[in-house]
T-cell receptor, first 113, second 117 residues
Framework: GNSVTQMEGPVTLSEEAFLTINCTYT??????LFWYVQYPGEGLQLLLK?????DKGSNKGFEATYRKETTSFHLEKGSVQVSDSAVYFC????????????FGTGTRLQVTL | EAGVAQSPRYKIIEKRQSVAFWCNPI?????LYWYQQILGQGPKLLIQ????????DSQLPKDRFSAERLKGVDSTLKIQPAKLEDSAVYLC???????????????FGPGTRLTVL
């Protein structure tokens, strides 16, 4: 079956530091890949997505590239802010407009001044 | 556009009691999902509806969990009787679910945090 493995947290960084959160996946076929973010006290929000190999998803300064050869979708940001403190989830879905999402365990990011 | 609505936001019950959660998806969204998110884990799909039909309930503990979406709009998830390990956040999500192979974004509600004592 499908599965997602992401690096354990918490990750603690100083403001303006570079962020990488690793994510690898196992799936049959050609899944779509996602990063969701959960801010304290709020629901899950889609941060970015990529639907085919070599696609780069980007949003709010975050980026992730769909690497089929390494089955990875690592999240990066060049300069984090305190407001980026949240839990980040890597996820995948199978082919189809309404496929379910399979999530990783989440990585908590704490950014300090 | 209104988002996915869920109620209640918080619920505390004793084990062996019953509880029900309600979800109203975004208007026009054909597909509705219920996920369970245990503390420290990612959400796990419990059940998926397409209109008022069940698409996937393979991870739903059917001896105690039930869900319905009678008119293809809002949905109710019930637990009867609850166990300690059911303590979690229950998330509802919806998507357009139209035809084709391009993924439609799932929109999540704020969740219901259940504590079973």
């Amino acid at each position: 079956g499908n599965s997602v493995t992401q690096m354990e947290g918490p990750v603690t960084l100083s403001e303006e530091a570079f962020l990488t959160i690793n994510c690898t996946y196992t799936a049959t076929g050609y899944p779509s890949l996602f990063w969701y973010v959960q801010y304290p006290g709020e629901g899950l929000q889609l941060l970015l997505k990529a639907t085919k190999a070599d696609d780069k998803g980007s949003n709010k300064g975050f980026e992730a590239t769909y690497r089929k050869e390494t089955t990875s979708f690592h999240l990066e940001k060049g300069s984090v802010q305190v407001s980026d403190s949240a839990v980040y989830f890597c996820a995948l879905s199978g082919t189809g407009t309404a496929s379910k999402l399979t999530f990783g365990t989440g990585t908590r990011l704490q950014v300090t001044l | 556009e209104a988002g996915v609505a869920q109620s209640p936001r918080y619920k505390i019950i004793e084990k062996r009691q019953s509880v029900a959660f309600w979800c109203n998806p975004i208007s026009g969204h054909a597909t509705l999902y219920w996920y369970q998110q245990i503390l420290g884990q990612g959400p796990k799909l419990l059940i998926q509806f397409q209109n008022n039909g069940v698409v996937d309930d393979s991870q739903l503990p059917k001896d105690r969990f039930s869900a319905e979406r009678l008119k293809g709009v809002d949905s109710t998830l019930k637990i009867q009787p609850a166990k300690l390990e059911d303590s979690a956040v229950y998330l509802c999500a919806s998507t357009l679910g139209t035809g084709g192979i391009i993924y439609n974004e799932q929109f999540f509600g704020p969740g219901t945090r259940l504590t079973v004592l």
